[in-house]
């Protein structure tokens, strides 16, 4: 017991940090240059409550769930040395843990077009197929930087040839996809497949399985786009609530509440299926462990409910108006600024950034801390959201900034650490979650509305610009710090009179220094 109010407290202490600066903003906005009607606000300050104390008993049931489960699975399945037992294996779970993404939901409102259930499996299929060949990039020791610049080749091979008014949402689908329930799972999973091999490679190879999985729903939704032919869609903007008082304000949740109580059920629902008839194969785990897991499996059930209501009840509404009025300013370009700020704090409250850096500051055993991490996502964040405001109030394709990105971002790959490369193609997926959809896609549709353009072509894909400059920033810190050690190499060789040979050094005795 006193383990886990210690993890309380210190998951309060974090959620804290996160989430504080990103309301301080919000509310210096709605006092300055953009007011906002008091029922928004409070609807706003309703739902930060529930977005904090959602986080906390999220970051404390995945540490005690959805971590464990994913290493047993990864590490018992690998252990069996069966390679079909372990493709199969890891099509299912790929593919249920897909189903079970909320953020699934959404996208498949966002295409009509496209029946929800066509969609919702394509993407489930997709996210499968690239789960196996992760897990089969992992077993044979392939490059992920082959792997990454041979798929991304293949999606912008296939883009010119989707409708303009539906690429941004296909690139949208790899960061909506990749959210609080599969990221947690699948890089536990890795790990787990890792602690079985005894090179020194397998802490680098156990990232990187969030980034192929991320491209699954991209090569989907195109592939779904050039059968269909979605043509443009009419997004209406999101209602403002209009709330008189407190009890008006409370219903306001109170409504939404049992919508995501069944949602989340239905989410966990098959993890707990899946990993119960899992452990009654192999049957290895003590009871004490098995009722820990429980026990955080209810606490991530409650933190999504409370966080997910939170954020689209109290989240979206403040994020369109704001959005609304400060584009509706005489000085309208200030919202380049104001998206940059917000999206350098906002990234650091997503639930799934906590697992990352975490489990990348652990995995290299302090090398990469959790702060550079959080520092270098919410530097790349920041660019992209500036980006996708140059975007709205010019109506730029998101193809100019998407194609030189990644072709950067895929450049870099040759020149960095591995595990550099594949940390921040992990991340890419990770920082686009709830907070980008609830509230920086709203702010941006709302600007989008106020100055007359497209939504459809000009508001969305900010999903896809956030997914893609962390690639470019966390490489370039991996690029700094493998010429610092080099440079340190050097001087260590110096005054021992030895002549410095660089090539001797890989990247795996970089990040043990």
């Keep these: 017991m006193l383990s886990i109010r210690s993890k309380f407290k210190e998951k309060f202490i974090e959620t804290l940090k996160a989430v504080i600066p990103i309301l301080m903003i919000v509310l210096l906005l709605c006092f300055s240059i953009a007011p906002i009607p008091p029922s928004i606000l409070m609807t706003f300050l309703m739902g930060a409550v529930l977005l904090i104390v959602g986080m906390l008993f999220f970051n404390v049931g995945v540490e005690l769930s959805m971590t464990p489960i994913g290493e047993r699975v990864g590490s018992i399945m690998t252990r069996s040395k069966k390679l079909p037992v372990m493709i199969l294996i890891s099509f299912i779970m790929g593919f249920i843990i897909t189903i079970s993404e909320p953020d699934l939901q959404v996208l498949a409102q966002q295409v009509p077009s496209i029946p929800n259930l066509t969609l919702i499996v394509a993407v489930a299929l997709g996210v499968a197929c690239f789960l196996v060949i992760a897990i089969l990039r992992m077993l044979f020791m392939i490059p992920l930087s082959y792997l990454l610049v041979a798929f991304y080749a293949v999606i912008f091979a296939l883009a010119f040839w989707v409708p303009r008014d539906f690429l941004a949402i296909a690139f949208d689908s790899g960061g909506v996809t990749t959210g609080p329930m599969t990221v947690p799972f699948i890089m536990a999973f890795g790990v787990g497949i890792a602690a079985i091999r005894s090179d020194r490679h397998a802490a680098d190879d156990s990232f990187g399985l969030v980034s192929l999985c991320s491209i699954g729903p991209i090569l989907a939704v195109l592939i779904l786009g050039m059968i269909y032919h979605p043509g443009a869609v009419e997004q209406v903007s999101e209602s403002i609530p209009i709330v008189d008082n407190t009890i008006d304000l409370w219903k306001l949740f109170a409504v939404e509440f049992p919508v995501y109580i069944k949602e989340m059920a239905l989410s966990i629902l098959p993890i707990v299926v899946f990993f119960g008839l899992f452990q009654l194969a192999v049957r290895d785990i003590s009871k004490r462990a098995l009722i820990k897991i429980l026990i955080g499996l209810l606490y991530t059930y409650v933190g999504l409910v409370l966080f997910l209501t939170g954020v689209n009840v109290g989240f979206m509404p403040a994020g369109n108006y704001l959005g609304q009025t400060i584009a509706g300013?005489?000085?309208?370009?200030?919202?380049?600024?104001?998206?940059?700020?917000?999206?350098?704090?906002?990234?650091?409250?997503?639930?799934?950034?906590?697992?990352?850096?975490?489990?990348?500051?652990?995995?290299?055993?302090?090398?990469?801390?959790?702060?550079?991490?959080?520092?270098?996502?919410?530097?790349?964040?920041?660019?992209?959201?500036?980006?996708?405001?140059?975007?709205?109030?010019?109506?730029?394709?998101?193809?100019?900034?998407?194609?030189?990105?990644?072709?950067?971002?895929?450049?870099?790959?040759?020149?960095?650490?591995?595990?550099?490369?594949?940390?921040?193609?992990?991340?890419?997926?990770?920082?686009?979650?709830?907070?980008?959809?609830?509230?920086?896609?709203?702010?941006?549709?709302?600007?989008?509305?106020?100055?007359?353009?497209?939504?459809?072509?000009?508001?969305?894909?900010?999903?896809?610009?956030?997914?893609?400059?962390?690639?470019?920033?966390?490489?370039?810190?991996?690029?700094?710090?493998?010429?610092?050690?080099?440079?340190?190499?050097?001087?260590?060789?110096?005054?021992?009179?030895?002549?410095?040979?660089?090539?001797?050094?890989d990247d795996a005795e970089i990040i043990e220094l």
């Design 329 to 505: 300013l005489s000085f309208s370009w200030i919202i380049i600024p104001i998206g940059m700020i917000i999206g350098y704090f906002i990234v650091l409250a997503e639930p799934a950034v906590f697992v990352l850096t975490k489990q990348v500051e652990e995995m290299t055993s302090g090398a990469i801390s959790a702060k550079a991490m959080g520092t270098s996502l919410s530097i790349g964040v920041s660019v992209s959201v500036g980006l996708a405001m140059i975007r709205v109030l010019s109506g730029i394709s998101i193809l100019w900034f998407l194609v030189p990105g990644y072709l950067i971002a895929l450049l870099l790959t040759f020149f960095v650490p591995k595990i550099f490369t594949a940390i921040a193609f992990d991340s890419g997926g990770v920082a686009s979650g709830p907070m980008t959809a609830t509230f920086l896609l709203p702010f941006a549709m709302g600007a989008c509305e106020a100055l007359g353009g497209n939504i459809i072509t000009d508001a969305f894909g900010i999903v896809a610009m956030v997914a893609m400059t962390p690639l470019i920033t966390i490489q370039v810190m991996g690029l700094v710090f493998k010429l610092k050690e080099q440079r340190l190499h050097k001087a260590v060789a110096t005054e021992n009179g030895i002549a410095h040979t660089p090539d001797l050094y």
